[in-house]
């Protein structure tokens, strides 16, 4: 008999395949004592075993490239940790072996970050990664991971931890679904970048047997179990509409009426930028820097360094737009020669702009870098500043980049709702606004954008989010300025038309949406987006301003 559960559609298209579950490491090493004598060789095991994985995740991200290798490379960094290891140095000192001592050490960190406020509690998933692959290394059992099968099939897991999702072969794994995370968790934003459908948030995901036929669809949210031939027959026919509408649409985004809505690309380093030309995005609305600082945690990369990196992007787009975010150093991207070590709540201290005010040399470095790499192309270079909180730090970002003699727009992230709520203000100081929605949800609704618990005040559908994203382009409208959304909420195809109607100039999402996106505007005039956001903006709920929107672009 077909059931019908509902988790939090997270990257679009239709699944249909049997279940198979994400395969796990023996996690806890049985308690021994070693001899005082065999603690050197246990404690030179546990360096080997740490490289090691540090080693293969690191392999990891360079195959994965781009988003995938900045959050890869994190998670290494995370398993080489030095306090860790010497934390796991001290406990195989007095009697551990190197497998328990690691469990053990690692138990204690994870308590820290789970009691230290939800932003970094929504690290503990990646941290319990990295600890089974070092186990596992020492125990010389299978690593968790991506069950082996020669036959297609939808992974079910009651999380994916992005060394996982990095990797998945579209070929055989149809569509995922997980019991945890958000709709901007790190494995929806590697879904979306895959193409691969997944729904994420979906309580009691892990008890769907082994074998069972699903059907996934990524856009509703909805997993059908044991779907009926007529559910698949028209889940197949709407996934073959949607297909053919995208092949359809092609050229620059524009709503029905030629009310023209660039979309751009979100992309985290130069490993990106064959997707998004692919896609015939228009340029770069979004373009993250921080690969090039996860390198090493120690020391900012040299400006040489820097400059090459950049050029590689800014060339392949000849006279397209390629908006850059300097550094967002802090909270869950911490790095140990700028970011303290001590705040209470990292997302809520020194993060962002704030960082980069407090070391400028870093900033003035990066600027630099920028300004020789744009030198000579015809790119339409835009730089601008992560967490923007008023004037003052507008007027603080503008000033450096005049300070390194860069001739770019700058302009600032919308990511802070005193922000959202000033943008007038703001729009004094720098060109134009870009809005985060993800962050900008996340500090809005005190709602950790990892911690599936509070996944719907992590929807960029509710309606006190809609009024933050208006007043940002009205603010810019008034101004004569323009105000670009490179959130996830862009790459959602229903929701770029109430953000067109809202008044956002411009949309970047990850390659993989764009199509979707593209062929969305096309169908609806500029009038017909605006009453939809009228609409949106008038619900009470996230879901009551989605079914409204669609209500008003469906012609109900």
């Known amino acids: 008999m077909e059931t019908t559960l509902r988790g939090v559609g997270v990257s679009h298209g239709v699944a249909i395949g049997e279940v198979r579950h994400m395969g796990t490491a023996v996690l806890e090493p049985p308690a021994k004592q070693i001899p005082a004598e065999e603690a050197e060789r246990e404690q030179q095991r546990a360096r080997q075993a740490v490289e090691a994985v540090a080693a293969d995740l690191t392999a990891r991200g360079n195959l994965a490239g781009g988003e995938a290798q900045a959050v890869l490379e994190a998670q290494a960094l995370m398993a080489q940790d030095p306090e860790l290891m010497a934390d796991v140095d001290r406990r195989i000192a007095v009697g551990s072996s190197a497998e328990r001592a690691v469990y053990d050490a690692f138990a204690a960190y994870r308590e820290l970050l789970a009691n230290a406020g939800e932003y970094l509690a929504g690290r503990v998933a990646d941290l319990d990664d990295v600890r089974n692959r070092i186990v596992a290394r020492l125990l010389g059992v299978p690593m968790p991971g991506v069950p082996d099968s020669d036959e297609p099939y939808v992974l079910v897991a009651r999380d994916l931890a992005p060394a996982d999702t990095a990797l998945l072969d579209p070929t055989l794994v149809l569509g995922f679904v997980t019991e945890e995370g958000g709709p901007t968790s790190h494995s929806a934003i590697l879904a979306r970048a895959l193409g691969v459908p997944a729904v994420v948030a979906l309580p009691g995901a892990g008890e769907i047997a082994e074998g069972t036929l699903i059907a996934v669809d990524g856009s ?90 950049y050029r590689q992007v800014l060339k392949a787009f000849p006279e397209g737009r390629v908006v850059v975010r300097v550094l967002d150093a802090g909270a869950d991207k911490p790095l140990d020669f700028l970011t303290p070590g001590d705040e209470p709540n990292p997302a809520l201290g020194v993060r962002g702009l704030r960082t980069l005010l407090d070391h400028p040399d870093v900033l003035r470095t990066q600027l630099t870098a920028l300004a020789k790499a744009a030198d000579g192309l015809p790119v339409h270079l835009e730089v601008m500043a992560p967490m923007v909180a008023d004037r003052a730090d507008a007027k603080a970002f503008a000033d450096a980049c005049r300070g390194a003699g860069l001739r770019a727009k700058y302009g600032a992230m919308v990511e802070i709702p005193s922000a959202a709520l000033r943008a007038r203000s703001v729009l004094q100081e720098v060109e134009f606004l870009s809005l985060g929605t993800n962050d900008l949800a996340q500090y809005t609704f005190a709602a950790d954008r990892q911690v599936g618990a509070v996944s719907r005040l992590q929807d960029p559908w509710q309606p006190a989010l809609l009024d933050l994203v208006a007043l940002s382009a009205e603010a810019a409208r008034a101004e004569g300025k323009s105000c670009g959304v490179c959130g996830e909420a862009a790459s959602d195809p229903l929701l770029a038309c109430v953000l067109t109607g809202l008044g956002v100039t411009s949309l970047s999402m990850g390659a993989a949406s764009i199509p979707y996106v593209r062929a969305s505007l096309a169908k609806f005039t500029l009038a017909q987006c605006e009453r939809a956001a009228a609409a949106a903006r008038a619900a009470d709920s996230a879901d009551e301003a989605r079914n409204a929107a669609q209500a008003v672009l469906s012609g109900e």
Do not use: C, M, W
């Open 220 to 309: 509703s949210g909805e997993i059908f179990v044991n779907p009926t031939e007529e559910r698949r027959t028209a889940l197949e026919a709407a996934a073959a509409e949607r297909k053919a509408a995208l092949a359809a649409a092609t050229g620059p985004g524009a709503t029905a009426d030629g009310h023209k809505v660039p979309l751009l690309a979100n992309i985290g380093g130069p490993a990106d930028v064959a997707a998004a030309v692919e896609a015939g995005a228009e340029g770069v609305g979004l373009f993250r820097t921080e690969f090039l600082f996860l390198d090493d945690s120690k020391a900012a990369p040299s400006e040489e360094k820097q400059v090459e990196a």
